[in-house]
Nanobody, 116 residues
């Protein structure tokens, strides 16, 4: 099993910045790709950014140039640096890890609210 715990959410004004962290524990040696998803109010969960064990990244078009995903394997932690935040970035943000032979783990989610 892989357990994930997010932290760093909160309230920020439009144009501001926020950084999220996701700490992994358990069978961390088996983790392949990690990702951040989000679920805006009243909509379905969507991919924000993904990073492979080798550091290759993919971003949703809506966050390209504003968000940066990274991971520190020595600290078992993935990060999401969010800059130039907009009201439409308001959502619950979830950490995801793909591990082993096709297994999936999710964090409990952390609320990000962008509002003046």
């Amino acid at each position: 099993q892989v357990q994930l715990v997010e932290s760093g959410g909160g309230l920020v004004q439009p144009g501001g910045s926020l950084s999220l962290s996701c700490l992994a524990s358990g069978r961390i040696f088996s983790i392949n790709t990690m990702a951040w998803y989000r679920r805006p109010p009243g909509t379905e969960r969507e991919l924000v950014a993904r990073i492979t064990s080798g550091g290759n990244t993919v971003y949703a078009d809506s966050v390209k140039g504003r968000f940066t995903i990274s991971r520190d394997n020595a600290k078992n932690t993935m990060y999401l640096q969010m800059n130039s935040l907009k009201s439409e970035d308001t959502a619950i943000y979830y950490c995801n890890a793909e591990w082993g032979r096709g297994w999936d783990s999710w964090g409990q989610g952390t609320q990000v609210t962008v509002s003046s």
